[in-house]
């Protein structure tokens, strides 16, 4: 995709990887639209971005999806790149009594929600590219997350039949495959000890101007590129085994 002179829609773009791609397309000259559910938090990127749009949303919710996209096929038809960055991610066990709740939220907003609304842009003539952001952990999964990383697996496997899919109509599909970076992903402080949303949205801007369509950094680009048996190791070593 080009960089430069698009119109952009980032779900999730107030924080984490959202807000490192709201700032560099802000700086590659984009229009961008971010969404998220709290209000307070759109704000302050609106503050310090002014020339970013901004928009409440509860995407977990299917009626706030389909509002969210009315609204954009009514004052920005013309947008043209679906980012689908939003996620949740919850340290759950199956054993804990609120487990089938929690999962059931991290579903909803992990799977339903890009679904839903890669299906409802679908019908915007405009629209040339969707990115997709999955996991290293669609790969090597990690018990502690064991429904995010069960989300991101499933994200990543609809990510390539789209990218099929989508071939008759021109429309790029693009993925972003982070790593564990140092964001509140998860909760506060939990990954601290990862690389920083900067040197991971650099490296993957400079993926994309070569034209490239999975894009990885660090442990992700190992594990996109490693064999079953290195994958299982991975998982062993991860957990102890």
Request: a neutral charge.
């Amino acid at each position: 995709m080009q960089i430069s002179n698009n119109k952009i829609l980032i779900t999730g773009g107030a924080t984490g990887i959202g807000l490192g791609l709201t700032e560099r397309f802000i700086a590659e000259n984009n229009t961008v639209i971010i969404c998220g559910r709290r209000e307070s938090v759109l704000v302050e990127v609106a503050n310090k971005f002014p020339s970013v749009i901004t928009k409440v949303c509860d995407l977990s919710v299917e009626a706030e999806r389909i509002a969210l996209y009315e609204w954009i096929k009514k004052h920005h038809s013309d947008l043209n790149v679906l980012i689908n960055n939003a996620g949740i991610q919850k340290w759950i066990s199956v054993t804990d009594a609120d487990f089938y709740e929690n999962a059931k939220t991290e579903i909803q907003t992990n799977i339903e929600a890009p679904l839903h609304l890669t299906s409802l842009f679908m019908n915007l003539k405009s629209l040339t590219t969707v990115m997709n952001v999955t996991s290293g952990l669609a790969f090597s999964p990690f018990a502690k997350v064991p429904v995010y990383s069960a989300t991101k697996a499933f994200f990543r496997s609809f990510t390539l039949s789209l990218r099929h899919l989508l071939k008759s109509k021109n429309i790029e599909v693009i993925e972003i495959i982070p790593p564990a970076l140092n964001t509140d992903l998860g909760g506060v402080g939990l990954h601290d000890i990862h690389p920083s949303v900067s040197s991971f949205i650099e490296s993957i801007f400079e993926q994309l101007i070569k034209g490239k369509k999975e894009l990885t950094f660090g442990t992700s680009e190992t594990r996109l590129n490693a064999s079953i048996p290195d994958l299982k190791k991975s998982f062993d070593a991860l957990h102890g085994n």
